[in-house]
């Protein structure tokens, strides 16, 4: 018999353990002594009424004490290393800046980046940035359909993207993105001539003018506009405004414990909200270096990085700890990471056994963290001077405010006070990355409030400590790897195959990447399911949507079950599938 480690139910800490003081050293104090101005005035030093997130991450440094110090430290795919300093990236974000103005791209034009973890990608969003467009990063795994949806929801003036990327993904559809003006290629040599309709990212920066662009925006002006997904219908452009930049200061602080010579690494991809807030601007708001690694996942070359590149915080999601997990601890035990002072993950549930893992095999515990696309920045989490009740989110943070509360049937909603009770997760609008809205979908964006209550979506409970534990998802949305993955979308492309009459898809529990995407269709009359359609449904969904959205598995079902009123029941499809019992089907089309 295997013998389980017993193990307690929180890890203690004590200000002696820790290698440097915690910003957060004190929760309740620092909670109460906080406020959002002061944050503010913190970052002030621009002319009044001006704030820009690219001015404070960037431009603050490179005329300060940090101006050689490396922001960003690319490593390649292979074996080369890049440094730029926060005086270089000054200067070629100047530069990017430059470029969009003389192509006449105005404050408030959208451009959208489309591209791996290279330098011209993060040269590209501060830049936007600081020229007053509005940024929106695309996972570069996205295949052209949830590309080109999203281009056309957010209205995207200027694509920067590779030729690759480009020849793949966008030229076949490019006549059904109107508003698309210019597109500019990340590439080697002169790619505007290869490539009809597009322009040389290097021969642009090449003949920008060098000199600092003026910094027009203000605290509300719209700086990211961020795809997420929901239950039924298009994806959602969440907006976010240069304020913004506050949550990402005060929580590269609090949440991260960024200290002045760290080394930070947050592995996610700029293409989703964590790669842009914590990939990109909390490190550089914090005047630390940046470690951007262009490959995907491998558990040794990860383990080398952190070694190597002496990580001293490292931010990262649960997939990935789990496939370390995977690797095994012998691997982890060639390598020493005595830099390594904090590390944290967010994105899907963190099971205990990861956070107890973190501890004997890095020797450090992870910290769990919430947040979501909505609110721009970590909300809730477990600091370094907070013992670690394993499988909790954590509190939340100085200036935000989280409840549980229920939506009774008769409308409104109630807080629940009583501990350990389940509920939706609601935050107290005020913190300064909230979203602006749901791009042109103003009735989608009140819904999330009632009051000054944003409603998030997702279930929780709150124990008599004050920490939240997740419970789960109110909605059909699927958790893969981290990414968020919208039904609906998935289902359409589905129901574009001439044999599909109509799809369900749901997200089936994975042990490493969380969720996997799941579709069940029915087909069209004169169709036979068999391995062979199978197969090609598969090829079908990834071509069209991407790897990282298409279903990874699909079984065939005579019928869907609906409700009377015509919806397919993805809770009862989950249902049936993990063999749980069906719940309350009163309203199933022919049902009890
Ligand atoms: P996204 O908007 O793509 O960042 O996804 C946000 C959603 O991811 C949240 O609403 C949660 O459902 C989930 N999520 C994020 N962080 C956590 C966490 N620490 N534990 C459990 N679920 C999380």
Redesign the pocket.
């Known amino acids: 018999m295997i013998r389980l480690p017993m193990r307690p139910g929180v890890i203690h800490k004590s200000a002696r353990d820790l290698p440097v003081p915690a910003h957060l050293a004190d929760w309740a104090a620092t909670c109460a002594s906080f406020s959002w101005p002061q944050v503010r005035g913190e970052l002030a030093g621009t002319e009044a009424g001006v704030l820009n997130i690219a001015q404070l991450a960037v431009d603050r440094h490179a005329q300060g004490p940090h101006a050689h110090r490396t922001a960003l430290r690319f490593l390649g795919a292979g074996a080369a290393v890049s440094d730029v300093d926060f005086a270089e990236l000054k200067s070629l974000t100047d530069r990017f800046a430059n470029a969009l103005a003389a192509l006449g791209v105005g404050a408030g034009d959208r451009v959208f980046v489309l591209a791996g973890r290279v330098p011209a990608l993060y040269v590209a969003v501060l830049g936007a940035l600081k020229h007053g467009s509005v940024v929106t990063p695309l996972f570069s795994a996205f295949g052209p359909e949830p590309i080109a949806t999203r281009v056309n929801i957010g209205g995207a003036r200027v694509l920067v993207t590779t030729e690759a990327l480009y020849r793949r993904k966008i030229e076949k559809m490019r006549a059904s993105m109107p508003s698309l003006q210019q597109v500019i290629l990340i590439g080697e040599g002169d790619a505007e001539t290869r490539v009809p309709g597009t322009l040389d990212y290097a021969k642009l920066m090449r003949e920008a003018p060098a000199q600092p662009p003026v910094i027009r925006t203000g605290p509300a002006d719209m700086a990211l506009l961020h795809f ?1 997904s929901g239950t039924t219908g298009t994806p959602k452009g969440a907006i976010h405004v240069h304020e913004a930049v506050l949550t990402h200061f005060a929580t590269g602080r609090y949440a991260l414990d960024l200290h002045d010579d760290d080394v930070f690494w947050c592995t996610a991809d700029p293409g ?3 790669g842009t807030s914590y990939g990109i601007v909390a490190p550089l708001l914090h005047g630390v270096t940046s470690i951007v690694d262009e490959a995907e996942f491998d558990a040794e070359r990860w383990y080398r990085i952190l070694q190597e590149q002496r990580v001293s915080v490292w931010y990262t999601a649960p997939t990935a700890i789990r496939m370390l997990m995977k690797a095994g601890p012998e691997l982890a035990r060639k390598y020493s990471f005595p830099q390594l002072r904090f590390v944290a ?6 099971n205990p056994e990861a956070v107890w893992w973190g501890q004997e095999v890095l020797g450090r515990p992870i910290h ?7 609110t721009g920045g970590i909300m809730i989490a477990n600091t370094p001077a907070m013992d670690i009740k394993p499988g909790s ?1 954590g509190k939340p943070l100085p200036g935000v405010q989280a409840l549980i509360v229920r939506r009774p049937e008769g409308g409104g909603v109630q807080v629940v006070d009583t501990p350990d009770t389940e509920g939706e997760l609601a935050l107290r609008v005020g913190w300064p990355s909230m979203f602006r809205g749901y791009l042109g979908q103003e009735e989608r964006y009140r819904k999330c409030f009632a009051g000054d209550l944003y409603l ?3 279930l929780a409970k709150r124990d008599a400590d004050g920490y939240f534990w ?1 419970v789960g ?1 109110a909605d059909d949305v699927i ?1 893969s790897a981290g ?2 993955i919208g039904p609906f979308e998935v289902e359409s492309a589905l129901m574009e195959h001439p044999a599909v009459a109509e799809a369900g898809v749901i997200g089936k529990p994975d042990p490493v990447v969380g969720e996997v995407v799941k579709a069940f269709v029915s087909l069209k009359k004169g169709f036979e399911p068999n391995e062979a359609l199978n197969l090609e449904l598969l090829g079908h969904a990834r071509k069209r949507l991407g790897a990282a959205v298409a279903p990874k598995e699909i079984a065939f079902l005579p019928t869907l079950p609906r409700t009377r009123s015509g919806k397919i029941m993805r809770r009862l499809l989950k249902a049936r599938e993990l063999g749980l019992p069906e719940g309350d089907t009163s309203t199933l089309e022919g049902g009890a």
Do not use: A, C, I, Y
């Open positions: 997420t989703w909200v964590t993950s967010v994105g899907e549930p963190l769990d963290n919430w947040w979501q696309t909505e989110m998030t979506g997702d997740f998802r958790k990414h968020l």
